[in-house]
């Protein structure tokens, strides 16, 4: 495996490690500030300071110079599509149903990003892949904790908030191809950031920010750390491998979450659920072997080019 195809799984699933955990702590931080687009605002705009102060001092904002009106259209829809409007939709629907439903809703985000990325990227799955697609969605939601989903307000608010995440995964894969990881993720929470403090301006929700509690506030931050991990992680492996594969690679992610509210909210393990995990841990190892293929082949071409 190459190093950056390896770099790439190991960010990826460090994605979905703090995916997971993110889901589970989010439904309990939603639930302490009480108001969805508020607690999304302070944590996405917790983590666009954080991302501003590191361009600065990095002095990476030179990049900015360098970009054209392509880059700058691609970032603002980043921004739009990615950072701000799903992002309300997800925590509101987060607030009506459960972290465990939130979860294998959002991780169904590898079979659109997979559907999206043929047309518009030409990636090209072959059979292996698909094959591992197809057990990672059987085993993913099929055989876990699909008993406990219903098609309520709060999924299909999920639902629509993890579509416009696959398109975002397609337009933020074009834009990385001449743009650094760290510029479009500070664009995705800077941009998305200021659209989200509109809604809660028009809300007229500003004001309630300075009566957070300290418990509020500790929870937002967490969040805001966890989110700011998963942006890194993310974006640093969707500029080094197939978006097909990172959106697959995040999938690990419910069974981080499951395992949580098992530990947490004192639920059992059924033996369904079992299986579903050792499917899901089988079609990701499948995934990264075909990746390493896919890499060793690329390389072998690249060398016989020169």
């Known amino acids: 495996m190459?190093?950056?195809?390896?770099?790439?799984?190991?960010?990826?699933?460090?994605?979905?490690?703090?995916s997971g955990l993110a889901n589970f702590f989010n439904k309990v931080g939603i639930t302490v500030?009480?108001?969805?687009?508020?607690?999304?605002?302070?944590?996405?705009?917790?983590?666009?300071?954080?991302?501003?102060?590191?361009?600065?001092?990095?002095?990476?904002?030179?990049?900015?110079?360098?970009?054209?009106?392509?880059?700058?259209v691609k970032l603002m829809a980043i921004g739009a599509i990615g950072g701000s409007l799903p992002f309300i939709l997800f925590f509101?629907?987060?607030?009506?149903?459960?972290?465990?439903?939130?979860?294998l809703i959002h991780k169904t985000l590898f079979i659109w990003v997979a559907l999206l990325a043929m047309p518009f990227l030409g990636e090209r799955l072959g059979k292996i892949q698909w094959a591992a697609l197809g057990l990672l969605l059987f085993g993913n939601f099929f055989l876990g904790s699909w008993q406990q989903l219903t098609l309520g307000k709060g999924e299909l608010l999920i639902l629509a908030a993890t579509l416009l995440w696959a398109v975002e995964n397609i337009i933020?894969?074009?834009?990385?191809?001449?743009?650094?990881?760290?510029?479009?993720?500070?664009?995705?929470?800077?941009?998305?950031?200021?659209?989200?403090?509109?809604?809660?301006?028009?809300?007229?929700?500003?004001?309630l920010i300075s009566n957070l509690s300290y418990e509020q506030w500790s929870w937002a931050?967490?969040?805001?750390?966890?989110?700011?991990?998963?942006?890194?992680?993310?974006?640093?492996?969707?500029?080094?491998?197939?978006?097909?594969?990172?959106?697959?690679?995040?999938?690990?992610?419910?069974?981080?979450?499951?395992?949580?509210?098992?530990?947490?909210?004192?639920?059992?393990?059924?033996?369904?659920?079992?299986?579903?995990?050792?499917?899901?841990?089988?079609?990701?190892?499948?995934?990264?072997?075909?990746g390493r293929k896919f890499s060793r082949s690329a390389s072998y071409a690249e060398a016989g080019n020169n």
């Open 33 to 72: 500030v009480s108001d969805a687009v508020l607690y999304t605002f302070i944590k996405n705009g917790l983590v666009a300071i954080i991302f501003l102060a590191i361009l600065v001092l990095s002095t990476r904002w030179r990049e900015i110079k360098q970009l054209n009106k392509g880059d700058w």
């Open 92 to 103: 509101t629907g987060l607030a009506m149903t459960s972290a465990v439903s939130a979860s």
């Open 172 to 207: 933020a894969k074009r834009a990385l191809q001449n743009i650094s990881s760290l510029l479009v993720a500070s664009a995705r929470m800077v941009l998305g950031s200021a659209l989200i403090l509109l809604v809660v301006l028009v809300q007229g929700k500003a004001g």
């Open 221 to 290: 931050i967490l969040a805001a750390g966890l989110l700011f991990g998963y942006v890194i992680c993310w974006y640093s492996a969707l500029k080094s491998a197939p978006a097909s594969i990172v959106a697959s690679l995040l999938v690990p992610a419910s069974l981080v979450t499951s395992l949580l509210s098992l530990i947490f909210l004192d639920k059992s393990l059924t033996g369904a659920e079992i299986i579903s995990s050792i499917l899901v841990i089988l079609a990701i190892g499948i995934i990264i072997w075909s």
């Open 2 to 18: 190459s190093v950056k195809i390896s770099s790439a799984v190991s960010l990826a699933l460090s994605a979905a490690v703090i």
